[in-house]
């Protein structure tokens, strides 16, 4: 069951997805984190972020939307409290990093250089850049490929792009954080989405838009997985909506060497650790040694 | 203490329009222990609504291991629950939230302000505080009309009761705050704990303050994972939370009660 990302081995394919575990401590309670791959953590940024004004989730058919925000407490107390926790447990940690310029990016990915336990960076740029007319830094090529290669000329960890699927063409954007030296891309972050409280005539999220997640989303993400998967040599690691053992071989037949589960931690804490057993039932009902075997095997 | 189980509905039933009330008990042996002003994330069985709906609950059996909540149809989740009968389950997540501080109001003069669907889980409160050797609970009961659901429950559970309807059919015309007003009853009390719509509680923050008695208000706002790692439900703060580093607080883990003092809302 054990899979390579740039030199780091997972046990397992199975990840958390950044965002839907916090930093462990609030999941621990309720599963076992030694059974899988990594957890991803919540996406640090220099200092505190607030995040957006309430309400700020929403459930939808299927999935549910959030516009949290980016809420988190900053690099200092990740550190200092975060990253000690996780280091008690036997699993990968994989931090994601925001920021709303590069200086900002670069201060975090600078300050977690050091830090022994962090196996991998993963690059949040679903984030607004807000010198570049709050464009978000992943929406553009030219943007992605410059942060990229700024990140990687200083981090110390291998480092992963996580893709926004909100664009015209995906294999455009995981072709422009190959060239910008990503070890790896992650994908899909959320899809930009928006719900209506007919009784109340409001939005039901103050933010009038948040990012759709959950198993609704799962054929956008596979189909950009394949995609990302033909246009680009590195490593690729699926999310969206995977619920299942069978939703987590979809998006490794497509192309993805690791896959991560989001939202449906909130529906069963227990998924990702299910995800992982059934991954591994699978290759033993296929007589499949190595689960390296079916990266990108879909037959066309 | 936190777990996710399979809990079995015992009894179920409609109180008035859309307002229902269902008994859930705990798997064998578990024995978790219930804080007045708690709440379980209760899961529907549609697997096209995926979040848990938080529902408080209205009352702890520890001797038979099971809880009653009271709710109203609010959505998808809810209608379900309304639909459930006898030996159905749902898996829930409990016991979320911090509740109420009972040590606080132990031989105090309590006052507990409940606001339509905010009165439920008061009254495993109002019940628990009886238990306190000293303690005075006098309640006060805000419906919208003559339709008052736990009221006579409310009556065996406290030294006073006092109603307010919107319509003006019972209790004093109005809310619960012109109850408290034309009853005048806010002299003898040395500490509020209220649940209710959000107007009620900000009007209930204003009126603690200005009479100096501390004030703890129940909160809620929209959730997602309900234990607390995906910071959806949050609230204001007066100060920087110690967890989260800036001016929010979860209302599913910090919360959902809070020291209305403490919160900007």
Known sequence: MEINIAGVKFRNPVMTASGTFGSGMEYAEFVDLTKLGAVVTKGVASVPWAGNPVPRVA????????????????IDVFCSRDLPFLEGFDTKVIVNVCGHTEEEYLEVVDRLADEKSVSMLEINVSCPNV????????????????????????AKQPVIMKLTPNVTDISEMARAAEAGGADAISLINTITGMKIDVERQKFALANKTGGLSGP???????????????????????MGG?????????????????????????????TAVNVAAGIEDYLVRHNISDVNEIIGAVQV | MKARMTMTVSETEELQSGIYSMTLAFPKN???????????????????????????????????DMIRLVYRIAGKGTREFSGAGWGDT??????????????????KRVMILGGGIGIPPLLELACRLKEKPGTRVTAVLGYRDSNMFLREEFENASYRVYIATEDGSAGTKGNVLDAVREQGIAGNTDIIAACGPMPMLRAIKCFAGEHGIKAFISLEEHMACGVGACLGCVVKTKNVDEHSHVHNARICTEGPVFDAADVDI
């Open chain 2, 30 to 64: 578990t024995h978790l222990t219930v804080n007045p002003g708690q709440f379980v994330g209760i899961y529907p069985n549609d697997q096209t609504a995926l979040l848990p709906r938080p529902i408080s609950v209205c009352r702890w059996d520890e001797k038979e």
């Open chain 1, 242 to 270: 995977i619920a299942t053992a069978e939703d987590a071989l979809e998006f490794m037949l497509a192309g993805a060497t690791g896959v991560a589960v989001g939202m449906m931690s909130f529906h069963d804490p227990e």
């Open chain 1, 59 to 74: 459930e939808t058919y299927g999935g549910m939307l959030n516009a949290i925000g980016l809420q988190n407490p900053g």
């Open chain 2, 90 to 107: 749902f898996n829930v997540t409990g016991m979320l939230g911090n509740g109420y501080d009972l040590s606080e109001m132990a031989g």
């Open chain 1, 216 to 238: 609704a989303i799962k054929p956008v993400a596979v189909r950009m997985v394949y995609q990302c998967a033909g246009a680009v040599r590195i490593p690729i690691i699926g």
């Open chain 1, 131 to 154: 010198k570049q007319g709050a464009i978000q830094f992943g929406q553009d090529p030219k943007c992605l490929a410059e942060i990229t290669g700024k990140i990687k000329d200083r």
